[in-house]
């Protein structure tokens, strides 16, 4: 069982950036696939960015290809997403997910954080 923290959301203008965190409790951080996920008020939810265990390995969704960076730090037990050249269309709750048995493309997660909301002005 992980339980998953976020934080680090905010307000920016567009053009600007903005780095969010997940922290995880429990055991074994090292083991779970880690993912981002966004949801825009009315809009389902979208898979952005997943990262391996090790962190050699990542997935962006093509909306976010090239403006955001998923990285970790298992000794921090800790998954952040680098935002940069924001839109106002990446205005939404932002959350972070684990799971043991995921690939990067896709999959069921087990864990989810609570989210933390990132608004870009435009």
């Known amino acids: 069982q992980v339980q998953l923290v976020e934080s680090g959301g905010g307000l920016v203008q567009a053009g600007g950036s903005l780095s969010v965190s997940c922290a995880a409790s429990?055991?074994?951080?090292?083991?779970?696939?880690m993912g981002w996920f966004r949801q825009a008020p009315g809009k389902e939810r979208e898979y952005v960015a997943a990262?391996?265990?090790?962190?050699?390995?990542?997935y962006y969704a093509d909306s976010v290809k090239g403006r955001f960076t998923i990285s970790r730090d298992n000794a921090k037990n800790t998954v952040y997403l680098q935002m940069n050249s924001l839109k106002p269309e990446d205005t939404a709750v932002y959350y972070c997910?684990?799971?043991?048995?995921?690939?990067?493309?896709?999959?069921?997660?087990?864990?989810w954080g609570q989210g933390t909301q990132v608004t870009v002005s435009s």
């Open positions: 997910a684990a799971s043991t048995t995921v690939t990067l493309v896709g999959g069921t997660y087990d864990y």
């Open positions: 429990g055991r074994f951080f090292s083991s779970y696939v």
């Open positions: 990262i391996s265990r090790s962190g050699g390995s990542t």
